[in-house]
């Protein structure tokens, strides 16, 4: 029962009715730019294709130069292939394409989805987020998101996220230089 109520508090239950009201405001708002952010980003993923000819395939296994004509028939451009703005798509690419210019504009037409100064661009809706987010915590009683996020995980405050963090970080880098070496 205690976790309920701590549940529900953390969620506003417990503010007086104008509080609420507000609160109550921003999550509806909230889950609108969230649907926005989403839809930006599968705009950006559908609409952002790489079209690679024969002689940029270096590298690239039979599976992937299948799935790549079939990508770029499908969008009307047979005889060529497309590297689609997806993660399913573009890791393979960047993990075997000898071509390092490709490589770089795949990269960056991915990690540029939603952040293209287009009407899909997220920017605008990242700032609003940030701001109602801030704006709900402290209605909630906290000084800023990381606490309110954070209070029923693990770590139970920023301090201690970052206490963990640095505690991890040695044996990561070791790893990866490991990784690196191999």
Known sequence: AKLVYESFARDGAALDDAKKARTAEINKRL????????????HDEESYV????????GGLP?????????????????????????RSSM??????????GLREKVWKTYYNRGDNGDEYDN??????????????????????YAQWRLEDRMAKTPE?????????????????????AD
């Not at 890791?91 to 390092?100: A, E, G, M, N, V």
């Not at 920017?123 to 800023?144: F, H, Q, S, T, W």
């Open 123 to 144: 920017n605008a809706v990242i700032a609003e987020i940030l701001k109602l987010r801030d704006e709900r915590v402290a209605l909630l009683g906290y000084d800023n």
């Open 31 to 42: 889950a609108e730019l969230h649907t926005k952010f989403s839809n930006n980003v599968l």
């Open 50 to 57: 790489t079209y690679l000819t024969k002689e940029q395939l």
């Open 62 to 86: 039979d599976s992937f130069v299948a799935a790549a004509a079939a990508g770029a028939k499908e969008r009307g451009k047979e005889g060529e292939y497309a590297v689609t703005n997806t």
């Open 91 to 100: 890791d393979p690419f960047l993990t075997y394409s000898t071509d390092r």
């Open 160 to 180: 201690q996220a970052i206490k963990l963090m640095e505690a991890v970080w040695p044996a990561a880098v070791g790893r990866v230089k490991e990784e690196v």
